[in-house]
């Protein structure tokens, strides 16, 4: 990535603790604003909402909130126009929307689905649907997938009741579930997508759901820890396995055709360490990111796929290992990566 240019390529913020999950919000007038999840391993954890003062180029920290347990993934609702209100989603015990305004978060709800147990099954990840902002995809431990439906009340005085329900849960994997993604596919409110400990890749239909679609299944059956779907193209995603130490496996990101189920059309194998974040191109249905333990984040050209792509077109070394990567949504010239208790933008 070039140095050059009057604007700066690379801004880094540090926070008071390792960061684990991390996410840019969305919204046009909230340019260069991300959440950041602390990775603590004991019960009080924190989010952070940092933006970047282009002025003075720095970041800073406008709003630190508690969180039970660290987050296993952050999203800012997927609202482009900036017609809902400002609201952020976290996943870890359960689900939980927060609304963000200038001078507080506050808790709007907490999304539980097991009401007559006293313990909870941990929440791997979720995703929040871009054509239908009122849906919300959680994906657990306990092998099942819940579709939640979301209603945003009128404000009335100070309070905007933003309330959930569940729509559907089911039984996604043979194992704990990892995550899950909407998919652009028919319209992109209906498909969905999910991986998991049996290591399986497996596709659903909201309108359809007494049967699923497996894609993809792990050669060796390690569990697949993540999926991407391709931003442009609907018939592409990404997904990786589980690094298994001493086995002599690569660390490999698979990308996926949805028309030619279980054959991979790519392998992108040049990390060193284990993988562990995956981002599609906003903009383009032919680049992705990974970013791994090996310190360094990766940008890939794939269009002469099926031709075997031997190497990346970008390389980033940063200066420990890259725990998560998230590319721009609304700023597609930009990625974010973060590492310890770093987390840095930089211009692609």
């Given amino acids: ?100 305004s200038d001078t507080e978060t506050r808790l709007e709800c907490l999304l539980n689905n097991n009401k007559n147990s006293d313990f909870c099954a941990p929440l791997t990840s979720f995703d929040w649907n871009e054509v239908d902002p009122n849906l919300l995809g959680t994906s657990s431990i306990d092998t099942t997938c819940t579709i939640w439906g979301l209603e945003t009340g009128q404000v009335l005085g100070r309070v905007n009741l933003v309330s959930g329900h569940v729509k559907t849960q089911l039984i996604a994997h043979d194992k704990e579930v990892y995550d899950i993604a909407f998919s652009r596919a028919g319209g992109g409110r209906d498909m969905f997508a999910s991986v998991g400990a049996d290591g399986s890749v497996r596709m659903f239909d909201l309108r359809h759901l007494e049967h699923s679609t497996i894609i993809y299944e792990d050669p060796q059956h390690h569990p697949l820890l993540r999926l991407c779907w391709n931003k442009q193209d609907p018939n592409y995603l990404a997904t990786m396995a589980m690094d298994v130490p001493y086995t002599g496996a690569i660390p490999t990101v698979v990308i996926l055709d949805v028309r030619v189920p279980c054959t991979p059309v790519a392998r992108l194998n040049n990390h060193r360490a284990c993988v562990n974040g995956i981002a599609w191109a906003p903009h383009s249905s032919c680049h992705i990111c990974t970013a791994a333990d090996d310190h360094q984040a990766l940008i890939w050209d794939i269009q002469q796929m099926p031709r075997a792509i031997e190497d990346p077109i970008l390389a980033y070394t940063a200066e420990g290992e890259i725990n998560n990567v998230q590319w721009a949504s609304t700023q597609p010239d930009w990625i974010a990566i973060c590492y310890n208790n770093c987390l840095e933008i930089l211009r692609v």
Wanted: with cysteine.
């Fill in 1 to 100: 990535m070039s140095l050059h240019g009057k604007r700066k390529e690379i801004y880094k913020y540090e926070a008071p603790w390792t960061v684990y999950a991390m996410n840019w919000s969305v919204r046009p007038d909230k340019r260069f604003r991300l959440a950041l999840g602390s990775f603590v391993e004991e019960y009080n954890n924190k989010v952070q909402l940092v933006g970047l003062e282009e002025e003075s180029s720095e970041f800073i920290c406008r709003n630190t909130f508690d969180h039970p347990y660290p987050t296993t993934k952050l999203m800012w609702i997927p609202d482009t126009k900036g017609v809902y209100p400002d609201l952020l989603a976290t996943s870890g015990d359960y689900l939980r929307i927060w609304r963000v």
